[in-house]
């Protein structure tokens, strides 16, 4: 079956990096995604990788990947105030229509 | 930003009332789903549509059905809310699902009461 999983919380001072983790137990998913959302707001769409790389930045972002176990992690340099929210792992099997399947969340607390 | 839009952005409603919410996209993309929002459980599919009159079942589509007559408009309804439907709802678009982004709304905040 597919589950996602990441820790509810992460506290990080202004001006540090964040490191959010996520694992996953589908192999065959193709593509998986990082979410943002901030409060009453809907998801955005931060940054995705596909499953045959290993790695992939996006000026702050750094998005890194292991499948040989199972690991996903979304780094964010330099982290502000405006980086506090709610970031959500998602997986997608890819070659259907059939959704994506998301992880809790993670609450990324920013410390001045 | 993707073109969507859902109504009701906030409804409160009774136990055993119909409610129906609507998503509306612009981007003329096939793909279209309905996920709810609750706290220690991230985002759930309900139901997708992959064309006009095409919809099949997500993880939790009980007390849930949906229609879409045209490719902009995909409506959920629950035939008769329950306390547990409380919810935010989320509907998001794609392309060409699969390999494809899928772009969120801004959700609706329902309380069943």
């Known amino acids: 079956g597919e589950d996602v999983e990441q820790s509810l919380f992460l506290s990080v001072r202004e001006g540090d990096s964040s490191v959010i983790n996520c694992t996953y137990t589908d192999s065959s998913s193709t593509y998986l995604y990082w979410y943002k959302q901030e409060p009453g707001a809907g998801l955005q769409l931060l940054t995705y990788?596909?499953?045959?790389?290993d790695m992939k930045q996006d000026q702050r972002l750094t998005v890194l990947l292991n499948k040989k176990d199972k690991h996903l992690s979304l780094r964010i340099a330099d982290t502000q105030t405006g980086d506090s929210a709610i970031y959500f792992c998602a997986e997608s099997l890819g070659g259907g229509a059939d959704g994506l399947t998301f992880g809790k969340g993670t609450h990324l607390i920013i410390q001045p | 930003d993707a073109g969507i839009t859902q109504s009701p952005r906030h409804k409160v409603t009774e136990t055993g009332t119909p409610v129906t919410l609507r998503c509306h996209q612009t981007?003329?993309?096939?793909?279209m789903y309905w996920y709810r929002q609750d706290p220690g459980h991230g985002l759930r599919l309900i139901h997708y549509s992959y064309g006009v009159k095409d919809t099949d079942k997500g993880e939790v589509s009980d007390g849930y059905s949906v229609s879409r007559s045209k490719t902009e408009d995909f409506l959920l309804t629950l035939e008769s809310a329950t306390s547990s439907q409380t919810s935010v709802y989320f509907c998001a678009i794609s392309e060409s699902g699969g390999y494809e982004t899928q772009y969120f709304g801004p959700g609706t905040r329902l309380l069943v009461l």
């Open positions: 981007e003329n993309h096939r793909y």
């Open positions: 990788i596909f499953s045959n790389m």
